[in-house]
């Protein structure tokens, strides 16, 4: 069985490969005085110790406390993430979840305010309770209890008000992406020259136009008239921690946001059957993607959210998937010419491959989808 590992996480599990990339040393982290005046708006007790905790974006530091009241995790939000307001709604998004007994961890107020974001200095910080756990087990029953978990959040949240709406961020049919396109190959030539920028053509032309072909499909289906819905907004198997079978708790909820739920179960079918094989060898990466996590996390989905997928969700999802990995891939490679510390147009290939294996199984996919 291959390695699977989340496209969105790619960048941070993978040697250097080439200029740009980013190193451990550019984590961002807290300095002393920093962590000494953002732990004494809170109630617990004599810090025993504080080690910075390297797990997730590097943009948002994060410290792992223990006092004489218990083990705690302190994150300050990447900017970008760090709206007072949409960091507001997603606390209680979350408070929303634990009153229902979702699995999320536990946030701590601050002694004064005894509100749980905590702004200082321009800068947004929150605490919770630590939360032990094992990581995705890449096998078809974490994948089923994956799919139930979420499966069980949408029905949650079916219930959740709030008045603040956070910003759309979806990748289905994105403005704008046709310039980002029509900009990789001149990025990738600065890097790799003109062997790269030939690749990165020919791969370019076909995401382009596969793209566009989802977004109108996707469209035809009625997706436009389809319920927004409150999301978790990143599910990959780095946002998941397990305790024996279970999901024990659900983490990084700062990208929750609202749109129907297609969008995200397509997204999160995407990323826990990505098949990857050695990162020193981009061309050995298996073609397609793991038909049994699919069904296995469908089967979960289904199970709990008390909601079946409709048959046009079900025909539109591969659709989305492959919405899903072409604006995944484009816009890093745009900017920088490389894909986290990948050659831009090695990557592109791989997703080009991955494309052409979900695209001639849309139909196949949407059967299993609807029968799971």
């Keep these: 069985m291959e390695r699977k590992t989340p496209l969105t996480r790619v960048v941070h599990q993978l040697p250097h490969l080439g200029p740009g990339a980013e ?4 984590r961002a982290r807290f300095d002393r005085n920093e962590l000494a005046v953002v732990l004494s708006h809170y109630d617990i007790g004599v810090l025993q110790s504080a080690k910075s905790f390297s797990r997730g974006s590097r943009r948002a530091p994060k410290a792992r406390i223990v006092s004489e009241t218990g083990d705690y995790l302190l994150k300050r939000r990447a900017e970008g993430q760090d709206d007072p307001r949409r960091m507001t709604f997603s606390h209680e998004l979350q408070k929303h979840l634990a009153r229902e007994n979702f699995p999320v961890a536990p946030l701590v107020p601050t002694r004064r305010t005894k509100e749980t974001a905590l702004e200082l200095n321009g800068r947004m910080y929150e605490l919770f309770h630590f939360v ?13 209890e994956a799919g139930a978990v979420l499966g069980q959040l949408h029905l949650l949240l079916s219930s959740f008000k709030s008045r603040y709406r956070p910003p759309l961020s ?7 992406i046709n ?13 790799e020259g003109e062997e790269g920028k030939k690749i990165a053509q020919e791969c370019c032309t076909y995401l382009r136009r596969v793209y566009r072909e989802a977004a109108k499909k996707t469209e035809q289906l009625g997706f436009s008239q389809w319920r927004d819905s409150f999301l ?31 969008v995200e179960f397509a997204n999160a079918l995407l990323q826990f059957s990505m098949c990857m094989g050695s ?5 050995s990466w298996p073609k397609g993607l793991d038909v049994s996590f699919i069904e296995a996390m469908a089967s979960g989905y289904q199970a709990s ?9 079900c025909i539109a999802i591969p659709w989305l998937m492959i919405e899903a990995i072409v604006a995944e891939s484009v816009f890093p490679i745009a900017a920088t010419g490389m894909f986290g510390k990948l050659p831009g147009s090695q990557f592109l290939s791989v997703v080009k491959e991955k494309v052409g294996w979900i695209r001639p199984r849309a139909a196949s996919l949407a059967e299993l989808l609807e029968t799971s």
């Excluded at 190193?23 to 550019?26: D, G, L, V």
């Excluded at 032990?132 to 089923?144: L, V």
């Excluded at 990162?279 to 061309?283: I, N, P, W, Y």
């Design 23 to 26: 190193s451990e040393q550019e």
């Design 132 to 144: 032990p756990g094992r990581r995705f087990g890449n096998t078809t029953s974490d994948s089923w």
């Design 170 to 176: 979806s990748f289905h049919a994105i403005k704008g």
């Design 179 to 191: 310039e980002k396109i029509e900009r990789i190959p001149t990025m990738i030539c600065q890097l």
């Design 232 to 262: 978790h907004g990143d599910w990959h198997p780095g946002n998941l921690l397990f305790t024996g079978k279970e999901v024990s708790s659900v983490l990084d909820f700062d990208s929750a946001r609202s749109e129907p739920r297609s």
């Design 279 to 283: 990162v020193s060898s981009l061309s």
């Design 305 to 313: 959210s008390r909601s079946s997928l409709t048959p046009n969700e």
